[in-house]
């Protein structure tokens, strides 16, 4: 499961100018940290700070190839980007990767654990392996970024997490088929929530971004669309002005939320 390393494709690693913000500049000179940011809601994310003048640094665990597509397609929008492979179920390296971003760039203002795993299986067929995976990919991935990150932000008293949860993950509802899955996405907005409080006076908020029902979700409702409340799935840049709000500098008030992104759906 783990990579070897970590390694960084070479991008643009300077950092963005300071100075006044131009329209859809408002993160211009701060650098993010998007896990999981190869391939589909990470990508679009990624991108999505990028847009916002955000320097961003687009990680992966073995995708390097698709990692790279992401750092060309920012840069050639006009944006700055590098790509860093690392398994963040592995502390070591998950230091090592926020290591490396302080060596290039001094400096993180923004998190956003994307990365995790999804699914589907009768919780009495899941075995003990899948059962850690799951737990592992999708929280203790989480725990350990925000571990690594924060000390980064706390040394200039900011910072702005946002970690992935689930529509579903606040309603404690019984769920046979995703089981370790929604465990694990409960678990992420509990310790949200306790890193909030933590870290609410260093200046560092942490929110939740709870997805519903994406157009490019792996699995959909039997009613289809219909099925959701506001009669659409969410696209990726529903969830991109979600972050985009929870990150600004404006939002510093906003910490221990978490905000679904679901039109209706389990609300």
Known sequence: M?????????????????????????????????????RRTGRAVAEGLAAAGATVVVHHRASAGEAH??????????GKASAIAADLSDEAQA??????????????????NNVGTFRVEDIADVSADKWREAIESNVTTTFIAC?????????????RVVNFADAAADLLRPAPTL??????????????KSLAERYAAAGITVNAISPGIIDNSVTKPPGGEEAIPAGRYATTDDIVNAILFLVRRESGYVTGTNIKVAGGWHA
């Open 147 to 159: 571990q690594a990150a924060i000390p980064l932000m706390a040394r200039a008293d900011y910072g």
């Open 95 to 112: 230091r090592q990767l926020l290591a490396t971003i302080d060596e290039a760039h001094g400096r993180l203002e923004i998190l956003v």
């Open 2 to 38: 783990a990579d070897s390393g970590i390694r960084a494709d070479s991008g643009s690693h300077a950092d963005a100018a300071s100075g006044a913000h131009e329209p859809g500049q408002q993160l211009r000179g701060q650098v993010a940290l998007v896990t999981g940011a190869a």
């Open 179 to 192: 089981a370790p899955y929604m465990v694990a996405k409960t678990g992420v907005v509990i310790l949200t």
């Open 69 to 78: 597509q992401v750092v060309v397609a920012i840069e050639a929008a006009g």
